[in-house]
């Protein structure tokens, strides 16, 4: 099992910054991605960003130039920096874990408002 507990979240104004954490514990070895996703009322849930064991990162064209995933594996710990932030960005953010072949571990999210 892989346990995941996101926090940092909170009210910002447009044109701010924030960073979520992501603490990771349990069978880490069998992870081999992290991701952020986010689900905004009334919308699917959709990727935001991606970071493998291997170091290869992805982002989702909304937050390209914005956010930074990133992490420290010394603690454990995955991070989401976003910056140049947007009301559209309001939404609650979920860490996702990949497991091999196709099983995702999931947080519990942590809601992040972007006030106009």
């Known amino acids: 099992q892989v346990q995941l507990v996101e926090s940092g979240g909170g009210l910002v104004q447009a044109g701010g910054s924030l960073r979520v954490s992501c603490a990771v514990s349990?069978?880490?070895?069998?992870?081999?991605?992290m991701s952020w996703y986010r689900q905004a009322p009334g919308k699917q849930r959709e990727l935001v960003a991606t970071i493998t064991s291997g170091g290869s990162i992805n982002y989702g064209d909304s937050v390209k130039g914005r956010f930074t995933i990133s992490r420290d594996n010394a603690k454990n710990t995955v991070y989401l920096q976003m910056n140049s932030l947007k009301p559209e960005d309001t939404a609650v953010y979920y860490c996702?874990?990949?497991?091999?072949?196709?099983?995702?571990?999931w947080g519990q999210g942590t809601q992040v408002t972007v006030s106009s």
């Open positions: 349990g069978r880490i070895f069998s992870i081999n991605a």
């Open positions: 996702a874990a990949r497991r091999p072949p196709s099983y995702t571990y």
